[in-house]
């Protein structure tokens, strides 16, 4: 079965820019969405289709995605930005989550 | 305002059954595309079964296919998952999520605050 894979932990300070991977085989092909949890909350998606932003995600997160690697990157990440990240694409008719990113702003 | 509410979460014992509900409002649920994943605790999202808009597809994860069905209702907007022979595994928090395509490609726009099931004697 199709795996993709995120690092366990991240950690930035506030200010700087946070920049979470999301690996898999030629995942550059399918599309890739990312989930943003903080704890105790159900996830939002913060960004879908690799690069597009929901209404009311803030500008400071975007994302591409190429060759085997998914990036989202966080710019002049905030303390309210800490949480988990998910990852997450399509592969023949099942959905794929990464294991998740544990963003630390401190 | 788009609106998930699960239900359904209980303690039971393994091989127990057990049937989750998603009640749906704000939106036209016979619309929309339909899933449910799960958060066993401490870990990550394990999406495990997808209902198109009418009913007629339906996939499941290898994890319950063969035990667990899902199911919609949209005259009354719900959406169920029916567990059967669960296991000390299944134990998690189940999420209903919509899904929302455009170009071939779909994603979970709104999701349920989730109902926790625990499997244990």
């Known amino acids: 079965s199709y795996e993709v894979t995120q690092p366990p932990s991240l950690s930035v300070s506030p200010g700087q820019t946070a920049s979470i991977t999301c690996s898999g085989d030629?995942?550059?092909?399918?599309?890739v969405s990312w989930y943003q949890q903080k704890p105790g909350q159900s996830p939002v998606v913060v960004i879908y289709?690799?690069?597009k932003r929901p209404s009311g995600i803030p500008e400071r997160f975007s994302a591409s995605n190429s060759g085997n690697t998914a990036t989202l990157t966080i710019s002049g990440t905030q303390g309210e930005d800490e949480g988990d990240y998910h990852c997450q694409t399509w592969d023949r008719s099942s959905a794929v989550f990464g294991g998740g990113t544990k963003l630390t702003v401190l | 305002e788009v609106q998930l509410v699960e239900s359904g979460g209980a303690l039971v014992r393994p091989e127990g059954s057990l049937r989750l509900s998603c009640a749906a409002s704000?939106?036209?649920?016979?619309?929309?595309?339909m899933n449910w994943v799960r958060q066993a605790p401490g870990k990550g999202l394990e999406w495990i079964s997808y209902?198109?808009?009418?009913?007629?597809?339906?996939y499941y994860a290898d994890s319950v296919k063969g035990r667990f069905t899902i199911s919609r209702d949209n005259a009354i907007n719900l959406l169920y998952l029916q567990m059967t022979n669960l296991r000390a595994e299944d134990t998690a928090i189940y999420y209903c999520?919509?899904?929302?395509?455009?170009?071939?490609?779909?994603?979970?726009?709104?999701w349920g605050q989730g109902t926790l099931v625990t499997v244990s004697s």
């Open positions: 704000g939106f036209i649920s016979g619309d929309y595309q």
């Open positions: 030629a995942l550059g092909e399918k599309s």
């Open positions: 999520a919509r899904s929302w395509s455009s170009s071939g490609w779909s994603h979970f726009d709104y």
């Open positions: 289709q690799d690069f």
């Open positions: 209902i198109d808009s009418s009913g007629g597809t339906i």
